[in-house]
């Protein structure tokens, strides 16, 4: 049987390495949820800020769900007991 703390890495591992599923198949999925984009696809849609071409949304959601796993990671790994930290 598993540990909690094997569990977590192997979340970890899997949310990390994109075994099992595909990131962008996921932010794809989640996009279409919203139903705002009108029949766009999310790389032909621009973030603007005052006239000056930010980036698109494809690209800022791919970075914001790395900053979100990240996170996520970062809580999951302060459930581990001291102990087991390096």
Do not use: C
């Not at 790395?66 to 087991?84: G, H, Q, T, Y």
Request: no cysteine.
């Amino acid at each position: 049987m598993k540990t909690d703390e094997q569990k977590r890495k192997e979340i970890g591992t899997f949310l990390l390495n994109e075994k099992g599923y595909s990131k962008r198949d996921v932010i794809r999925d989640l996009l279409n949820e919203f139903q705002l984009l009108k029949g766009y696809e999310p790389d032909e849609i621009a973030l603007m800020w005052d006239d000056e071409h930010l980036t698109d949304l494809e690209t800022f959601t791919e970075a914001f769900y790395d900053s979100v796993i990240r996170v996520v990671l970062n809580v999951m790994e302060s459930f581990e007991e001291p102990a087991n930290k390096p």
